[in-house]
């Protein structure tokens, strides 16, 4: 395994680190983790050296966490840096910073917090947790032990960004960040503007939620001709860059747990190679001409109150316009056979999704035209 420098911190991590956002589930139940396979996939990451796990409060119905827990059982706690998030919609009061902060505490089992974020940083929730005091908080908490180090996550604009950056002296942040999103949100500018300030930037979401893992279409075409691995490719372009620090995969099964494994024993700044580079621009070009709904299915939007499965319809929705031939009929048969209240059709435009979306997606005008394109 690689290890990286973690900012101004005096912390070495693994090049890789474990997201649990996307764990095994059984039947299809985001919140019914299959544990065993769980623990299994992240025990074989810890022996092979990866040392960062991220959670959070949300995950898998907030079963998450409590896997986590169960997996650094057993003699793992001490091997790893936990990292976990206070859910700043689940804050009515100040009060309930120490409330969320010690329910995590006692579900993850892990005697305290290693990196604490504030969860999705966007303009609805940062001044919301600054009025309330949430920087005067976070240092009390660190001074009683009960986490090591503060960060924060973020889905918003650039200067949003700069100016969460610069109201605190964070340890570290997280960003969504790809080749397909270096305008993006914090996007390249904002990666930089970090690193620079010394902060530790950890990469979310580098597969863009696995969008980017198995393209077919004139995409998928450009990867065969250049026999290159989409998914290790997207990964090396990350880590070939000094201002990331960390780069988080939600990996979903041991096959992708060892896969991903292996290109971060191979990682480094430096070592993309020209051939994969070019690639790269090929396919962000190409990606530039066939614009689709940018929803990494991370499911913040759900539940929706009328039983929607948005980002299943979004799923189907840029497959259906991305790929061709059996593969566009396939999707439009898939949304076809959704129960009907999972349907696009089903929305009633309330907009609660559009809040709680990190992407900035207008889930409320676009339902519609999912619905029209593949009923
Ligand atoms: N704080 C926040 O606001 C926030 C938001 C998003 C994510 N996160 C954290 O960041 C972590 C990483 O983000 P992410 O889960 O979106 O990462 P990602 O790497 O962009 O997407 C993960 C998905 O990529 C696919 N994948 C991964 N490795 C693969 C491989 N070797 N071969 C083929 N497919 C592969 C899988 O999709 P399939 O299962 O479909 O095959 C997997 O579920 C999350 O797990 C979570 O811990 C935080």
């Not at 974020?117 to 240092?139: A, N, S, T, V």
């Not at 790809?178 to 305008?183: G, I, M």
Request: proline fraction near 4%.
């Amino acid at each position: 395994m690689q290890y990286r420098k973690f900012g101004k911190l005096d912390k070495e991590f693994s090049a890789l680190g474990f997201g649990t956002m996307r764990l095994p589930v059984i039947d299809g139940q985001d919140a019914n983790v299959d544990e065993a396979a769980a623990i299994e996939m992240m025990r074989y990451a810890i022996d092979n050296g990866v040392n960062y796990f991220d959670t959070a409060h949300p995950y898998h119905g907030g079963n998450s966490e409590t896997v986590v827990g169960k997996a650094l059982s057993g003699g793992y706690r001490d091997k790893v840096a936990v990292a976990t998030k206070l859910p700043p919609w689940e804050v009515q009061t100040p009060a309930d910073f120490d409330r969320l902060l010690d329910e995590q505490i006692a579900k993850l089992g892990c005697g305290h917090v290693d990196m604490y974020l504030l969860h999705c940083l966007q303009w609805k929730w940062w001044p919301m947790l600054r009025d309330m005091g949430i920087l005067e908080w976070l240092e009390g908490a660190r001074k009683d032990g009960r986490i090591a180090e503060a960060g924060f996550s973020f889905h918003d604009n650039v200067d949003i960004f700069k100016e969460i950056v610069d109201a605190y002296d964070w340890a570290f942040c997280q960003i969504q960040y790809n080749y397909v999103n270096e305008d993006v949100q914090a996007g390249t500018e904002g990666l930089k503007y970090a690193s620079d300030k010394g902060l530790a930037v950890i990469v979310m979401e580098p597969l863009f939620g696995g969008t980017l893992a198995s393209p077919g279409g004139a995409v998928g075409e450009i990867w065969s001709e250049a026999n290159l691995d989409p998914v290790d490719t997207a990964l090396q372009w990350l880590w070939n860059k000094p201002e990331v620090s960390l780069v988080l995969s939600g990996m979903s099964d041991m096959q992708q747990t060892r896969a991903n494994i292996a290109s971060a024993d191979r990682s480094g700044v430096g070592s993309l190679s020209a051939q994969a580079a070019e690639t790269v621009e090929r396919v962000q070009a190409k990606y530039g001409e066939i614009s689709t709904v940018p929803c990494t299915k991370c499911r913040y939007c759900m539940p929706c109150p009328t039983g929607v499965e948005i980002p299943q319809n979004f799923e189907y929705y840029n497959a259906a316009l991305t790929f061709e031939g059996n593969a566009r009929s396939l999707h439009r048969n898939l949304y076809v056979a959704q129960r009907d209240e999972q349907k696009a059709a089903a929305c009633i435009q309330c907009g609660l999704c559009e809040e709680k979306c990190p992407q900035g997606i207008a889930i409320s005008s676009l339902m519609p035209v999912v619905d029209k394109e593949l009923s």
